[in-house]
């Protein structure tokens, strides 16, 4: 059920946190796998790891904002693996925070065209590349920010986080019938690199905001994505799928 042998996916945001940790799981469980973020070196050094474990993958470096860089990653997995079936699309970025009177225009911007417009740009050549193969799984890393949770200093993340689950449901709608599944992963606190939460004081208070009582690991969260990814999620679809600890429910 959870196995992806003979699938062809991308992951975006491999070099780092959730994305790394799925691409290995992904690969790991038989997939060829693209792996896309910005940093040249950390990509290299997770294909170097995969290949050691006698998986497969490569690498594109590129920056999600650009367009050509979404139609790229798709010729590359079709060219290099025969085609895409998978793709995680989970690049994303806090972006600035910060009271709406302080945040300029820019930022803002820069912060949804880093999360939510980089999840179009990603759809827009997945999609039929997914249609050829007769069905895929498209999968948008959004949040609990912005759907469950009102966090203050965060609206341009939580924006765009809420704009990846609207995107979700559109193309779960248009495209079910082709065998296309979308779906939305919302992680709750997670150790990554990215974590807003630094100090003692705010990691017990983050910890404390999750039911669990703890943030997770990225390995916890990449487990949610291959449930997405695989036939186990078979008749899910147009889902905002929460792995977050609680942190939605929680109220003590
Ligand atoms: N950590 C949490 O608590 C949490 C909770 C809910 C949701 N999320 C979401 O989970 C996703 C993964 O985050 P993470 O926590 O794993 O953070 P992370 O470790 O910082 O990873 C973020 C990844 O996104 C890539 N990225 C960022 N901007 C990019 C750009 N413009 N172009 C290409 N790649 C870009 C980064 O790679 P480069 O820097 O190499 O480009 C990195 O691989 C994000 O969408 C985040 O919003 C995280």
């Known amino acids: 059920m959870f196995a ?6 991308i992951v975006t945001g491999a070099s780092s946190g959730i994305g790394r940790a799925t691409a290995v799981l992904f690969a790991k469980q038989g997939a060829k796998v693209v792996v896309a973020a910005r940093r040249q070196a950390e990509l290299d050094a997770l294909v170097a790891e995969i290949a050691d474990q006698g998986c497969n993958a490569t ?39 910060g009271p709406v009177s302080e945040l300029s225009l ?14 179009f740009l990603g759809a827009k050549y997945q999609v039929p590349a997914m249609i050829e193969r007769g069905g895929g799984s498209l999968i948008f890393t959004s949040s609990f920010v912005g759907h469950t949770v009102g966090m203050p200093g965060m609206v341009a993340y939580a924006a765009a986080k809420a704009g990846l689950i ?7 709608a248009q495209y079910g019938a ?9 992680p709750g606190g997670t150790d990554t690199p990215a974590a807003t939460f630094k100090t003692p004081e705010e990691w017990a208070f983050v910890e404390g905001l999750h039911a669990l009582k703890r943030v997770a690991k990225p390995e916890e969260i990449a487990q949610s994505a291959l449930y997405l990814a695989s036939d186990a999620s078979s008749f899910t679809t147009g889902a905002a799928l929460l792995a977050d600890g609680g942190v939605s429910i929680n109220r003590t």
């Open 4 to 9: 992806l042998t003979k699938k062809v996916a």
């Open 59 to 97: 690498a594109l470096a590129g920056d999600v904002r650009d367009e050509a860089y979404a139609k790229a990653l798709v010729e590359l997995a079709t060219r290099e693996y025969g085609g895409l079936d998978i793709a995680f699309n989970n690049a994303g970025s806090t972006g600035e925070m």
């Open 106 to 119: 820019e930022a803002f911007r820069d912060t949804l065209d880093i999360n939510l417009t980089s999840g």
């Open 166 to 172: 609207g995107l979700t449901q559109v193309l779960a």
């Open 178 to 186: 082709q065998g296309v599944r979308v779906n939305a992963l919302l």
